[in-house]
């Protein structure tokens, strides 16, 4: 996105404020208030990208590795998760708000193209920064004096630099949540996707990764299990976790070790999220066990032998 974004004059008295705050309001409410919204909309974002670079499957990390034709798909499938998530309806555009047509733009770049059928009508902008993991949301209603003068093959127009100003920001250079590969090292990708079965690229996963919230997204595209929530957790012995508390790491699910997360000082997780942890001293393997997780202490440094 665009490193410097005017400040919008879109306020009581200009002649779209109305209708923009109109939808805005009905956006948020039907998102369940705004950071439902925030929380929501981030996520399917990052979703809608991932599911398309898809690490665990292509070896690609980043959204700069695509085919032209794959960035394309990303426009369509935020269209169509942003109306599922919103619970709108399709329309002559690809929506239909407060009994206006609206149209979805999204862009990973800095600006939108606005096509020949939208202008005029009020249009959802969405966009996501990759390098700075920040997301957009706004409104704008296409009006010809806020598009540029020239047009691609398509007809297509974009947002012009004075035009920005008339945006209705609704999430303005929000946090998104990072790709989390783009942060992992290659061989360290190789490493975990070394593993033959589910269960070792689990635990590959978690002894390379310590001290970072993980999300339950990025566990099942490792593990490539339909149970793989089950192998996380202790599985009479068998699961991920009993294989790394051999080894004196501690696997914490968010939902379930909140109060031991908190007390050993690691990363707050939400209910989707797992972090690992080898404990440093024994008054930190005794405070897991007094969470009722019992580790290998010391650990056994040949305990992964086999298992990797």
Known sequence: MKKTIPESIVLAGHRDYDLL????????QRAGGAGALAAGFSA??????????????????????LEKTEKTYIGTRVEIELRAMLSLPKGRLDTVILGHDVDIKNTMGSNWMIPTEAIGHPCILVAADELRARCYLGLIVARPEYLTLGQNKDSKKS???????????????HPYPPNFWRRVP???????????????????????????????????????????????????????????????????????DAPLIAALGLPACS??????????????ADLAAAHGIVLVWPPDPDSASGYT
């Open 21 to 28: 705050s109109a939808i805005a309001d009905d956006i948020t």
């Open 44 to 65: 399917m974002l990052r979703q809608c990208v991932d599911d398309v670079i898809m690490t665990p499957k292509t070896g690609r990390r980043s959204y700069d590795e």
């Open 159 to 173: 947002v012009s630099a004075p035009g920005f100003a008339n945006i209705f920001w609704m999430l303005l250079d």
């Open 186 to 256: 290659a061989d360290v990708i190789e490493g975990i996707f070394a593993g033959t079965s589910g269960n070792q690229r689990m635990a590959n996963l978690f002894r390379a990764v310590q001290r970072a919230p993980i999300t339950r997204d990025v566990v099942e595209a490792v593990a490539q299990q339909q149970d793989f929530m089950r192998r996380i957790r202790s599985d009479n012995g068998r699961g991920t976790r009993d294989h790394l508390a051999r080894e004196g790491i501690l696997l914490l699910s968010g939902q379930y």
């Open 271 to 284: 209910g989707s999220e797992f972090v690992s942890y080898r404990p440093v001293s024994q008054g930190e």
